[in-house]
């Protein structure tokens, strides 16, 4: 693979080390294969082989497994159409920030996500807007976390966003 990654049989062989490993319950090594196999193939034909990149990589309990997922994410919003499948990849990618606590980097792909009007559900979109309001809190960014804050009353109130918006002033 390494010698000729352009050869026609390289992706089956990969796509064989890649189930391989799965069952020998290596996780990180398969998630690289599968990356792998994405950075061939950038677009929607290749997307499964990023998200299962991504899954495996989530999978560690591993910081810089759970970045490298993160990251992988984010690298498949920006290349990747404005659709359904692109917008699940980053709220995984958001969530696997928030999991290790990288709280500006979360909100960099949630606004990412916010400036393509994704999510179109209008409930999703209030609950990221909440929790990247939640993140930018973290960061003492109370002027953002207003904003974010604002938006989200905008499609519903009740208290609780209330409260928040209130104590965030």
């Known amino acids: 693979l390494q010698k000729y990654p352009q050869s026609k049989q390289a992706s089956d062989i990969s796509m064989r080390l890649a189930i391989t490993l799965d069952k020998l319950k290596e996780r990180p090594a398969s998630a690289k294969i599968y990356r792998s196999l994405w950075e061939a193939s950038p ?3 290749g997307r499964e082989h990023g998200l299962q990149a991504a899954i495996r990589f989530a999978e560690s309990s591993k910081r810089e497994d759970i970045a490298a997922g993160a990251e992988l994410a984010q690298e498949m919003v920006e290349r990747l159409p404005n659709d359904a499948f692109s917008t699940a990849i980053a709220l995984r990618g958001f969530e696997q920030w928030n999991r290790i606590s990288e709280w500006a980097k979360a909100n960099v792909i ?36 207003v904003a974010n804050l604002q938006q989200s009353r905008a499609i519903r109130v009740d208290q609780e966003a209330h409260y928040q918006h209130i104590s965030r002033m």
């Open 43 to 45: 677009n929607a034909a």
């Open 110 to 145: 949630a606004n990412k996500l916010l400036a393509k009007n994704q999510p179109s559900d209008a409930e999703e979109r209030r609950a990221l807007l909440r929790q990247v309001a939640e993140n930018y809190a973290r960061q003492n960014q109370h002027a953002n976390a």
